[in-house]
T-cell receptor
Framework: QSALTQPASVSGSPGQSITISCTGTSSDVGGYKYVSWYQQHPGKAPKLMIYDVNNRPSGVPDRFSGSKSGNTASLTISGLQAEDEADYYC??????????FGGGTKLTVL | EVQLLESGGGLVQPGGSLRLSCAASGLSFSSYAMNWVRQAPGKGLEWVSIISGSGVTTYYADSVKGRFTISRDNSKNTLYLQMNSLRAEDTAVYYCAKDRVTAAGTGGYFDYWGQGTLATVSS
């Protein structure tokens, strides 16, 4: 049950686009469509942003999008806004019927 | 509106036990699998355990297997986590999180989260 690999930090200016990667194996990310992404502001509970690789829950801006290629999933945020500054985590279902998170990525809006 | 409210956290000595609870409202509780996810101070999220809607099927992270037990009482709309043989590395905020699916052995995601309860293991 090794954690999925995410970059520790990414940054971008308002209005720009950024992409956060999430790399696993064929036993998790690569093997299933069950990749999800969560946003967490300091001191707050995580919030679901993307599910099943590329689906957005109601209320999540369409600036957030997800994709997957092989064992790597990605979260893209376009038109960066100050309120997007937060920690982002990916998660995947695994062959052991368990779940696994990535190590998290801190997004800084410059 | 779905609401999840955790309780039961606190300070416990290494080797001790703690029982966390998560009271759910605003949903058909037995229709959904439920999870525990933890976050050590200043660290990332770690999935801990899942239980099916019926309570029959459970899965655990290797780091807690054999020490933690997840359970639920659907008549009380409450999820539990019994934590035994606690270690310093179990110190974390523990979140309960509703799953999208009913069965624990299928893919899902965490669509609602509680605010968490802090468990501190220290002498």
């Amino acid at each position: 049950q090794s954690a999925l690999t995410q970059p520790a930090s990414v940054s971008g200016s308002p209005g720009q686009s950024i992409t956060i990667s999430c790399t696993g194996t064929s036993s998790d990310v690569g093997g299933y469509k069950y990749v999800s992404w969560y946003q967490q502001h300091p001191g707050k509970a995580p919030k679901l942003m993307i599910y099943d690789v590329n689906n957005r829950p109601s209320g999540v801006p369409d600036r957030f999008s997800g994709s997957k290629s092989g064992n790597t999933a990605s979260l893209t945020i376009s038109g960066l806004q100050a309120e997007d500054e937060a920690d982002y985590y990916c998660s995947s279902y695994t062959t052991n019927s368990t779940r696994v998170f990535g190590g998290g990525t801190k997004l800084t809006v410059l | 509106e779905v609401q999840l409210l955790e309780s039961g956290g606190g300070l416990v000595q290494p080797g001790g036990s703690l029982r966390l609870s998560c009271a759910a409202s605003g949903l058909s509780f037995s229709s959904y699998a439920m999870n525990w996810v933890r976050q050590a101070p200043g660290k990332g999220l770690e999935w801990v355990s899942i239980i099916s809607g019926s309570g029959v099927t459970t899965y655990y992270a290797d780091s807690v297997k054999g020490r933690f037990t997840i359970s639920r009482d659907n008549s009380k709309n409450t999820l539990y986590l019994q934590m035994n043989s606690l270690r310093a590395e179990d110190t974390a905020v523990y979140y309960c999180a509703k799953d999208r699916v009913t069965a624990a052995g299928t893919g899902g995601y965490f669509d609602y989260w509680g605010q968490g309860t802090l468990a501190t293991v220290s002498s």
